[in-house]
Every structure is written in structure tokens, then in C-alpha cells.
């Protein structure tokens, strides 16, 4: 199981900000979909948001506009800025790399995505 290792978390109040990282190991990173995906207490995993390996991007609706995922192919490291934070935003942030190296994502759900990390708390106070 690769390890990938999130970062950037912390507790801050509504309305600010946050910007997650994620270092991969090189095999779990290159050519692959990464994404984000959060858990809040009592609730399943969900999509946060997910990049090709070229940099095409894809949110849930809830982040639009207020989150950005990126990606440096150079570091093996992706990213997630968040702005506008809210209360509901509260949640363990996972990293995670496709199963497979396809290049393109296919889609933003769990099954696709075959490497993750430990997680990163986020809380957000109102």
C-alpha cells in the first residue's frame, strides 16, 4: 500500500482559509487521477474534488468556486486550496491516487481510487 502523506490541516473559523498538500511516493503519483475526498463523523467518504494528470479538474458541487485542486507533477505533490470555509466543511481530508495509471480521471467515487492517506483534520468553527 503506497503511502501517501496529507498535510495542511488545522482549525480555523468560517470564512477562512486552508491549503491542504499531499506527498506521494512516484509510482502512486505519476500518470495517475489524484484526488480529494473528505469524511465527516457518521458520514460516508465523499468527493471533494479530482485532477488529471494533465491538470484537467472536476469538483463537487458544494466546493465550487470556493476550493482549487492542483497538482506539481515535478514534486509528486498535489494540492487543495480552500477559501470560504464553513462549518459543514468539517472533515477528515484524504488524499488519493487512481488504482490504475490512466492518465484521465474516470470518475470521483472511492472505487477508483486505490491509494490513500491517513488523513488530514479540517474544523471549521462558526
Known amino acids: 500500500q503506497a503511502q501517501l502523506v496529507e498535510s495542511g490541516g488545522g482549525s480555523v473559523p468560517a470564512g477562512g482559509s486552508l491549503r491542504l498538500s499531499c506527498a506521494a511516493p512516484?509510482?502512486?503519483?505519476?500518470?495517475?487521477?489524484m484526488g480529494w475526498f473528505r469524511q465527516a463523523p457518521g458520514k460516508e467518504r465523499e468527493g471533494v474534488a479530482i485532477i488529471d494528470n494533465d491538470g484537467s479538474t472536476s469538483y463537487a458541487d458544494s466546493m465550487k468556486g470556493r476550493f482549487t485542486i492542483s497538482r506539481d507533477n515535478a514534486k509528486n505533490t498535489l494540492y487543495l486550496q480552500m477559501n470560504s470555509l464553513m462549518p459543514e466543511d468539517t472533515a477528515m481530508y484524504y488524499c488519493a491516487a487512481d488504482l490504475l495509471p490512466r492518465g484521465r480521471c474516470v470518475k470521483m467515487v472511492t472505487s477508483f481510487f486505490g491509494y490513500w492517506g491517513q488523513g488530514t483534520q479540517v474544523t471549521v468553527s462558526s
Open positions: 512516484g509510482y502512486a503519483y505519476r500518470s495517475r487521477c
